[in-house]
């Protein structure tokens, strides 16, 4: 069974940082494509960054690119997503998503389609106070 797991949110000040984590398990974790997207009260699913399987390229979303860090621990199945200098605005729930396609190493294109990515984690919560 196929399944993401995300963790690492939490209430922090603005400015600070916090480091996510996407557990993956059930498939061949360094072959996947793993995108995060955030999603705040009222707005629709915002993809913030991808990384592709196989040679970890990094994709990340022009509205926060320079503050948000992507990486993969492919021994460890996990995908972080590192935040940093948050702002109030950056309160949302977070989600990892994988890209699977049997047989073969999958990678990000940069466009973010919610329609592409064929498992989801359940979100993790980050709110950032003033």
């Known amino acids: 069974e196929v399944q993401l797991v995300d963790s690492g949110g939490g209430l922090v000040q603005a400015g600070g940082s916090l480091r996510l984590s996407c557990a993956g398990s059930?498939?061949?974790?360094?072959?996947?494509?793993i995108g995060w997207f955030r999603q705040a009260p009222g707005k629709e699913r915002e993809g913030l960054s991808c990384?592709?399987?196989?040679?970890?390229?990094?994709y990340y979303a022009d509205s926060v690119k320079g503050r948000l860090t992507v990486s993969s621990d492919d021994a460890k199945k996990t995908s972080y997503l590192h935040l940093n200098s948050l702002k109030p605005e950056d309160t949302a729930v977070y989600y990892c998503?994988?890209?699977?396609?049997?047989?073969?190493?999958?990678?990000?294109?940069?466009?973010?389609?919610?329609?592409?990515?064929?498992?989801w984690g359940q979100g993790t919560q980050v709110t950032v106070s003033e």
């Open positions: 998503a994988a890209v699977l396609r049997p047989g073969r190493r999958t990678h990000c294109d940069g466009t973010y389609d919610l329609s592409d990515y064929d498992f």
């Open positions: 059930g498939f061949r974790f360094e072959d996947a494509a």
């Open positions: 990384i592709s399987g196989g040679d970890g390229s990094t």
